[in-house]
C-alpha cells in the first residue's frame, strides 16, 4: 500500500486548527466520547442546536457560548477558535492544554507493533533512562507538576523506544520495568491536574507493561493508580474492587515473605480500596480496609517510599482522615488530623503532606472553621504551591473558603482576608468560581433540592450530596416512599443538616426544609419519569417536580432503568417532553443493562454533578418567590 497521505509524525490532530469552528467543536466532542445528545444536556442546550452548529448551519458568534462549550469539553478555548492554546503564567507553573496534547501524542505511540516492519530506531542507554525516571519520581513527590508535564513527553518517547529496541535482549525486562515506572508517573501526574481519562490509560499501560518486566509488585502499585484513576472518574465501585481483589493477592501465603516492600504496596492497595469503599458509603468497608493498612505499616516499623508509595504508619493516619472527609465526618478528620506524630508527618514528603492539607482543608469547612481552611490552604501553598494551585480539588476547597468570605474585598484592603489576598495574588481567582453575581438569596446560599427515587444508584446518592456541599449548595434530601430503604436516612441527614423527608406533610405542620433554587432527580425511575409528565404527583417527589417547575425554578433529571424499558415509546417521548419544558436531562442510553442485570456503577454520577454545576448559575438568574 502507498502512503495514506499523512506525513510521518502527524496525526489526524493535524489539520484540526484548520476546520470551521463548528467541526472543531464536533471533533472534541468526539475525543470525549460525548453523543451530541450527552453535549447537549452538559451545555443546557437542544441536540438539534447542537447538530447546527457542528453542521455550520448555526453560528458561533459570543464568546461566553465558546468558553462554555470548551468548558464542558475541557479545552482550551483557543482551541475551539484554531489558535494555540493559552499558556498559563509562570507564577503559577501547571499544566497546560498543549502539555495535555503532547503527553496524549505520546501515549498514542505504538512503537511496538511498528518493530515488526521496521528496523528498531537507534535506543537511549538504560542508564541515562533510568536516571530521567529517579528524576520524574523526584519532581512528582515534590509536586512539580508543571517541570513534570514539560518532561513527561520526551521521557515517555525514549522510554517507549527502549522498550521496543530492547524487546529481545537481556535488558528487556530493564527497560519494560522502566516504561512500567514511567507511566506511573504520567498516570498520577494526569489524575492530580484533572486528566483522569489519561491517567486511566497511562495506568492501565504500565500493568501490562509491568508483566513483561516481571515484577508483580511493579505491577501491583500499577493497579493501586488504576484504581486512583477509577475513583477520579466516579467509577468508585470498579475502584474498589481492583485494589482489594489486588491486595488479596498479594496477601495469599502462596507469594512467600512479607517484604517491606510488598507491605508497601498491599497496604497502599488497602488505603486506595478504603478511599473508594468512602466515596460509596460504606463505612464497615472503610473501617476493615484500614484495620489492615494499620496492620501492614506496624509490620514495616515506619515510614518508608518503597515503589514510590511513602506508605507507614503516618501515611495510613494520613488517609484514615481523608476517608472520613469522603464520609462527611468532618470532625473525625480534624480529630485524626490532631493525633497525627508531627515529626512523622515532617518526613514525609512534600506532595502528601500538601495533599494532606487539602482534605483537612476540607474537614474544616465541614465543620464550619473556615479560617482554619484557609490557614491549611496557605500552608500547602507554601510547601508545594502546583499541589494548591494546579489541582481542581484544591480549587473546589477554595471556592468554598471564598464562598464563605463575606463579600469580594479588593486585594491588600484593610479588611482582606489573607487567603482573598494571596488568591489575587496568586490568579487564582480566575480559577475558582467564586458566588455567582445575585446567586445568594436572603437565606445566604442557595438551595438544592436532591430528589432521590428507588433505583439501585440511590445507595450513592452521598457522592452527589457531597459534591454540591463543597461547591455551596445547602443541600436537602427528599426521597420517594420506596427509596427510603435505599439510603442511609441519617448519615445524609447528619452530612446535610437537614432531615430526609419522603412524604407529604399534614397542611397545618411547619415547613421543616428551607425553599429550593433549584432541583435534581437522581437516580429517576421508569415510573417516576412518566408521572411526571403526565402531571402526576402521587408522592412527594412528583409533587415538589410539577410545583417548582411551574415555579420556574432549575430542574435536573437523571433517568436509570434498563434497555427494555427505556425502549418504550412513552419513556422516549416523557423525556422529550421534559426537555422541551426545559428540564436539563442527564442520559446516557449507552450505559444501560439489560433486565435483571442492573449495575449501579454504570451510572452518570460525574456527569450529575456537573450538571448540578451549571445550576448555580441558572439559579442565580431566578427570582425564587416564597412557598
Excluded at 470498579?238 to 491486595?247: F, G, K, R, S, Y
Excluded at 515529626?343 to 479560617?371: K, S
Excluded at 415510573?527 to 409533587?543: E, P, Q, S
Amino acid at each position: 500500500m502507498g502512503d495514506p497521505g499523512c506525513p510521518l509524525g502527524k496525526g489526524e490532530d493535524t489539520g484540526v486548527e484548520e476546520m470551521p469552528i463548528g467541526r472543531r467543536v464536533a471533533y472534541w466532542r468526539g475525543r470525549r466520547k460525548m453523543s451530541q445528545q450527552v453535549f447537549a444536556d452538559r451545555l443546557g442546550k437542544s441536540k438539534s442546536w447542537v447538530d447546527k452548529v457542528e453542521r455550520g448551519v448555526r453560528r458561533l458568534d459570543k464568546f461566553s457560548v465558546i468558553y462554555e462549550i470548551a468548558d464542558v469539553l475541557t479545552v482550551d478555548a483557543q482551541l475551539l477558535l484554531g489558535r494555540e492554546p493559552e499558556r498559563r503564567p509562570d507564577s503559577i507553573n501547571c499544566i497546560d492544554q498543549m502539555e495535555v496534547e503532547e503527553i496524549r501524542s505520546a501515549l498514542e505511540r505504538y512503537d511496538q507493533i511498528s518493530a515488526f516492519f521496521y528496523a528498531a530506531p537507534e535506543p537511549p542507554r538504560l542508564d541515562e533512562v533510568r536516571k530521567a525516571v529517579s528524576h520524574a519520581w523526584l519532581t512528582y513527590q515534590h509536586a512539580k507538576y508543571g517541570v513534570l508535564a514539560r518532561a513527561l513527553p520526551r521521557l515517555l518517547r525514549d522510554a517507549q523506544t527502549a522498550d521496543t529496541a530492547y524487546a529481545k535482549t537481556t535488558q528487556a525486562e530493564q527497560a519494560a520495568h522502566l516504561l512500567g515506572q514511567v507511566y506511573q508517573i504520567a498516570s498520577s501526574a494526569l489524575r492530580k491536574l484533572g486528566e483522569h481519562e489519561l491517567s486511566w490509560l497511562a495506568a492501565d499501560r504500565s500493568i501490562a507493561v509491568s508483566q513483561r518486566a516481571g515484577d508483580y509488585l511493579l505491577a501491583g502499585i500499577a493497579s493501586y493508580r488504576v484504581g486512583s484513576s477509577l475513583l477520579a472518574l466516579g467509577r468508585a465501585r470498579p475502584a474498589l474492587e481492583v485494589n482489594v481483589n489486588i491486595a488479596n493477592r498479594l496477601a495469599a501465603d502462596s507469594l512467600g515473605e512479607s517484604t517491606p516492600e510488598r507491605l508497601s504496596v498491599y497496604g497502599m492497595l488497602l488505603l486506595n480500596g478504603a478511599m473508594a469503599a468512602a466515596r460509596i458509603g460504606c463505612s464497615a468497608t472503610v473501617r476493615d480496609l484500614i484495620a489492615g493498612a494499620e496492620e501492614a505499616a506496624a509490620q514495616l516499623g515506619g515510614d518508608h517510599n518503597h515503589y514510590w508509595t511513602c506508605f507507614g504508619p503516618t501515611n495510613v493516619q494520613l488517609h484514615k482522615a481523608a476517608a472520613a472527609v469522603e464520609m462527611g465526618e468532618g470532625r473525625v478528620a480534624v480529630q485524626t488530623h490532631e493525633s497525627i506524630d508531627p515529626q512523622g508527618f515532617a518526613a514525609l514528603l512534600p506532595e502528601r503532606r500538601a495533599h494532606h492539607f487539602i482534605d483537612v482543608a476540607r474537614a474544616y469547612t465541614q465543620v464550619g472553621d473556615v479560617e482554619k481552611a484557609s490557614e491549611l490552604l496557605l500552608e500547602g501553598d507554601r510547601l508545594a504551591p502546583a499541589e494548591i494551585r494546579c489541582r481542581p480539588a484544591a480549587h473546589e476547597v477554595l471556592t468554598d473558603v471564598l464562598r464563605r468570605t463575606r463579600g469580594r474585598p479588593q486585594p491588600r484592603s484593610r479588611n482582606s482576608p489573607r487567603t482573598w489576598e494571596w488568591a489575587y495574588e496568586s490568579g487564582l481567582t480566575a480559577m475558582t468560581a467564586g458566588p455567582p453575581a445575585g446567586g445568594e438569596d436572603e437565606r445566604g446560599t442557595p438551595t438544592l433540592y436532591v430528589l432521590v427515587c428507588a433505583a439501585l444508584p440511590a445507595r450513592d446518592v452521598g457522592v452527589l450530596v457531597e459534591h454540591a456541599g463543597r461547591t455551596g449548595w445547602q443541600v436537602c434530601v427528599v426521597t420517594t416512599p420506596n427509596a427510603k430503604d435505599f439510603v442511609d436516612g441519617p448519615a445524609l441527614a447528619a452530612r446535610t443538616g437537614h432531615p430526609v423527608r419522603a412524604a407529604y406533610k399534614h397542611p397545618d405542620a411547619p415547613d421543616v426544609l428551607p425553599s429550593p433554587d433549584a432541583l435534581v432527580l437522581a437516580p429517576a425511575t421508569f415510573n417516576t419519569i412518566n408521572k411526571w409528565r403526565a402531571g402526576i404527583t402521587d408522592t412527594l417527589v412528583l409533587g415538589l417536580l410539577t410545583e417548582q417547575l411551574g415555579l420556574g425554578r432549575p430542574v435536573v433529571a437523571a433517568p436509570y432503568t434498563n434497555r427494555a424499558m427505556a425502549a418504550h415509546p412513552a419513556f422516549g417521548e416523557s423525556l422529550a417532553a421534559l426537555r422541551d419544558w426545559g428540564v436539563t436531562v442527564v442520559y446516557e442510553d449507552g450505559s444501560l443493562g439489560q433486565p435483571g442485570a442492573a449495575d449501579a456503577s454504570t451510572f452518570p454520577w460525574r456527569a450529575v454533578c456537573t450538571a448540578v454545576d451549571r445550576l448555580r448559575v441558572a439559579a442565580a438568574a431566578h427570582t425564587v418567590p416564597a412557598w
